[in-house]
């Protein structure tokens, strides 16, 4: 039995290797790799549930599964690396192969910091630290690289830094050859990865010090870069050294430099080599709107934004779709502030034309039907109810209700297999994730809305379960009606209408507010 599924392990990589990437495979490859995942999870699960001497030899296993988690990431599914990645982590503990078990959750906590679980992420790193005791390893030194993107994501500069500083120290005594085994890149490589990011948490962190401590920073960073100059960097390093050069002018506010740099990272296909392949070209579309920010070309700023989340998404690079979504907030929300006359509406329409590049069926379809649908009903609520619903915060709400999923991942959103428990409690985020970005850009009132659009009448509902007030109420009865008559989506049959209505009015009081569903059948 156990060959023959370790035969299968190797066929299902093979298959991996030469399947397209997710967002452009076709509807055949994607029902295929669902049904080769669903089968590793299975055959997984029966493994750990199964005492340490009726496994098959957990190492020689390894091998096979290792290759697994870079290639899943490298086809856009994050969602999978993560799951089965920490599934087959445990396994690996659960025998006593911690080193193999470290690399396994290199990915797990990758994945972690690109959905957002940051304090999860930290906490399998400091796991991974007492586990390893103090031994210097090449999984390790690759997993503290991970905790310090973690750090320098969430703006800790300073224990960023401290990581990055700690795997350099880790990774100098190991040997070349180590680090092809366990990571399949050189070591030259891995060095030269941990040097530039240190250069570019010390530019992240120059970008909002005071003028004396910039120009301090500014000056490590040349330090470095002549540092770097000295070494035989990779050819996808030596076009990265563009990045940081753009970088360090625009600190330095010189933008025609910057500009300069990034002109030879204009290739769609200039991709960085390495431990990992990076798309420059959304790199470049991130610091072009930046330094438009600074010039106070806000418009421009935003179509710069916008071609990185498109491009971002198009490779399916993760970490880079954070930082963009981070620099877009800050695009939308200067862009508001430079058009005193300019309505909100064209903000909310900003968004969600933000949601729609990364997902079709949510950013324009069904966002757009929820808010029309709102309207409609606050319509009816207000006329026959007697209620007074702000109609345009409606509109707007039910337009946005879903904008929390430009933090979820792709291979989530569009996923087509069956959702484990753990996958459903990511895609529940979304709501609050919602109301942070909207009051990120100073729309509490309608974030308050948005945050309860799954909540229930019987406090089952989700981030808080607590009934939603009567707004909240209202798009949450459209969010479903809309979700379950839509033909768009792959993993669910659309529903006719008259048999929603009559399943909402069965559960209404008990989930949903009754004047909510009542005005809704009316419609």
Known sequence: MWDKELSWIRGFARDLEARPALPEASPEDLEEHSRQVVHLQDLFSLLASLPASRRPEISAWDDEVAPLWRRLFAKGDDIDRYVLGDLWASILMDSGEIERATRALVGVVASARNFYLFDEGLARC????????????????????????????????EAAERSYNDALAMAMPLDDKDFQ??????????????????????????????????????????????????????????????????????VERDFAKARQALL????????????????????????ESRICQL????????????????????????????????EALKVLKGLGASRQSRPEAGLVSDLVQLLED????????????????????????????????????????GLLHDIGKL???????????????RERALLHQHSEHGAAILRTIGMDDIAAIVEQHHETMNGS???????????????????????????????????????????????????????????????
């Open 295 to 326: 010039e106070g070309d806000w418009p421009g700023a935003y179509e710069w934004v916008r071609g990185a989340l498109k491009e971002g998404l198009r490779h399916a690079f993760p970490t880079e779709e954070q930082m963009v979504l981070a």
């Open 358 to 397: 990364k997902d079709w069926y949510t950013g324009r379809s069904h966002s757009q039907s929820v808010g029309a649908l709102a309207r409609r009903v606050g319509e009816v609520l207000n006329h026959a109810f007697e209620t007074a619903m702000d109609l345009g915060r409606l509109n707007m709400a």
């Open 126 to 157: 400091q796991e991974a630290r007492e586990l390893c005791a103090g031994k210097s390893i090449v999984p390790l030194a690759q997993l503290i690289n991970v905790e310090g993107s973690i750090h320098s994501i969430q703006g800790d500069f």
């Open 407 to 421: 933090r979820c991942p792709w291979s989530l959103l569009n996923k087509i297999g069956p959702i484990t428990p």
């Open 181 to 250: 085994i366990w990571i399949g890149a050189t070591k030259s490589d891995f060095l030269s990865q941990e040097q530039f990011n240190l250069i570019e948490t010390w530019l992240e962190k120059a970008e909002t010090a005071p003028p004396s401590e910039r120009n301090l920073l500014a000056e490590q960073v040349r330090s470095k870069l002549a540092a770097l100059d000295a070494m035989r960097l990779s050819a996808g390093f030596s076009r990265f050294r563009s990045v940081s050069v753009a970088q360090l002018a625009i």
């Open 461 to 523: 509902g989700y981030p808080k379960g607590v009934p939603p007030k009567p707004m909240g109420a209202v798009v949450a009865v459209c969010d479903v009606y809309e979700a379950s008559v839509t033909p768009n989506r792959r993993y669910k049959e659309p529903k006719a209408p008259e048999a929603i209505i009559e399943e909402l009015k069965t559960l209404s009081g008990i989930l949903y507010w009754p004047p909510a569903v009542e005005a809704l059948a009316r419609l």
């Open 264 to 287: 030879s990272l204009g290739e769609a296909d200039n991709i960085v080599e390495g431990p990992y392949k990076y798309p420059l070209l959304t790199v470049r579309c991130r610091l």
